[in-house]
């Protein structure tokens, strides 16, 4: 399989994790429903994302490698920024559970609409500023194509207007001045 493969199932992966995760988050007890538990259903949820991140990130690679015959050998360097990287990944998951905890009061259901774009669309524009610091272009910053420069605002806006614009599940507000009917 090609890179190119990977990532469209990485694209694939997250992009449906984000509502999926909410879905557990409403399932777990006063997930929906205002209760003594409804703080705690995100934390409930992402415990279970802390299993599956084993399941799939420890005991997976494990196979793998054993299977491919490897030495294990390890650097001191390589597994200091890989925990670092794993650290920023899970610290990631454990502030979307309760990105998506605090928008379902607001959204509702639809919570995920509102939060996955900012992160979807934030991320990469974080990632790219960073690694531009880490690894400057030759040239420096002036020599970025124009339409690098415009991607880059453009996804930090469409972000913001998805995010913003993002149906709820609540009904629409009636306009000033309507009765409500009896």
Partial sequence: MTWLTFALLTVLSWGVYGIILHKGRGLMP?????GPETANASL?????????????????????LWQRGTNWSFTGSGMTWSFIA???????AFTLVL??????????????????????A?????????AMLLHPPAGGV??????????IVLA????????????????AAKPAGVAAKH
């Fill in 122 to 130: 934030g991320a990469p524009v974080v990632n790219t500023v960073v």
């Fill in 44 to 64: 409930k949820a992402f415990l279970f994302v802390g299993i599956a991140y084993f399941v799939v990130a420890v005991l997976g690679p494990v196979l793998v």
């Fill in 156 to 171: 930090a806006c469409g972000a913001f207007m998805v995010a913003k614009f993002a149906p709820t599940n609540r009904p």
């Fill in 99 to 120: 990105a998506l905890g605090a928008a379902a009061a607001i959204y509702k259901g639809a919570a995920p609409a509102a939060v996955m774009p900012i992160v979807f």
């Fill in 142 to 151: 002036k020599s970025l194509p124009w339409q690098f420069v415009v991607g």
């Fill in 86 to 92: 794993g650290v920023a990944g899970a610290l990631g």
């Fill in 30 to 34: 006063d997930g929906t429903l205002p």
